[in-house]
């Protein structure tokens, strides 16, 4: 084993900024900017998805998924963009995209960074449940995708992972155990500092370094409804961990948020549903 701890190389090694995950791909990050103006249009932002032909089929496919599918189905970008929305398509982008990125050579590392793609779709879906089943319609498709991003910090560590396995001889007797411990102990830290890094939005860097911080207050509604739908999964065991002792109508969330025991039962029972409509 090398001299410093392997948390301290993983760190360190973090602390250096030199890994490149891109939150938004090049895409996305246009549509941001489009949406940032006052004079955006649809068709412009139809436009931009349309130049790459296998994002605007994966986007259409999901436009056409039971959990936003309409009456007809939507056979452009653009008819997708009318039924569902500026911010809508912007997070199917998003989500389409940061699938790419849940990927990994490393074959222990696949089903880890599978089960953390499901979490991720878990979380961000049953953020947007519970905001448009609290009355937080406003900020539906602002928790969805603080919901996509929260625990990039834990993409961000096995990438670092990888790297250090191609250079550190030592690491590559550490077991996935040991790897889970410092995913949990660093990933909030680090994926708000990558977050930051990149200029991500403040609502998005909150909710990927505070998602577990032991005190929560009630003023952040999007910060609370992510950190809701988050227990909500691992009790369900929606990602790589399940926990069924958590009781989520006594969780600090649930009562900044006034969440009661029949809406969280009613969430439980659509969420897999949900999820598995959301499979792009």
């Not at 949406?35 to 605007?56: F, G, H, N, P, W």
């Not at 790419?100 to 499901?118: A, M, N």
Request: aromatic content about 4%; glycine content about 6%; some cysteine.
């Amino acid at each position: 084993m090398p001299e410093k701890s392997v948390i301290q190389l993983i760190d360190e090694y973090l602390n250096r900024d030199e890994i490149e995950l891109p939150v938004f791909n090049h895409v996305a990050q246009n549509l941001q900017t489009i949406m940032a103006r006052d004079d955006y249009s649809l068709a412009e932002m139809s436009e931009v998805i349309e130049k790459d032909q296998a994002l605007t089929s994966h986007v259409l496919k999901a436009a056409n998924s039971a959990f936003y599918a309409g009456l007809q189905p939507a056979k452009t970008i653009r008819d997708a963009s009318v039924r569902l929305g500026a911010k809508s398509i912007v997070n199917l982008v998003t989500m389409v995209t940061q699938k790419r990125l849940y990927q990994s050579k490393v074959k222990p590392f696949v089903p880890l960074i599978g089960g953390l793609w499901t979490h991720a779709l878990g979380v961000s879906t049953a953020s947007r449940w519970l905001c448009q089943h609290m009355g937080f319609q406003n900020v539906s498709e602002e928790s969805f995708l603080a919901g996509l991003l929260h625990d990039i910090g834990k993409l961000l560590i096995l990438r670092a992972v990888e790297d250090l396995l191609k250079t550190e001889p030592g690491l590559k007797g550490v077991s996935m155990n040991l790897v889970n411990e410092i995913i949990d102990a660093l990933h909030a830290e680090h994926g708000e500092r990558l977050m930051r890094r990149l200029n991500i939005p403040e609502v998005y860097c909150t909710v990927a370094g505070k998602h577990h911080d032991p005190d929560i207050k009630g003023d952040n509604i999007v910060l609370n409804m992510v950190r809701l739908a988050n227990l909500t999964c691992h009790k369900l065991g929606i990602g790589p961990k399940k926990n069924e002792e958590i009781m989520l109508s006594t969780t600090p969330e649930a009562i900044n948020l006034m969440a009661k025991d029949i809406l969280l039962a009613e969430l439980q029972v659509d969420l897999e549903d949900q999820i598995a409509a959301m499979q792009v």
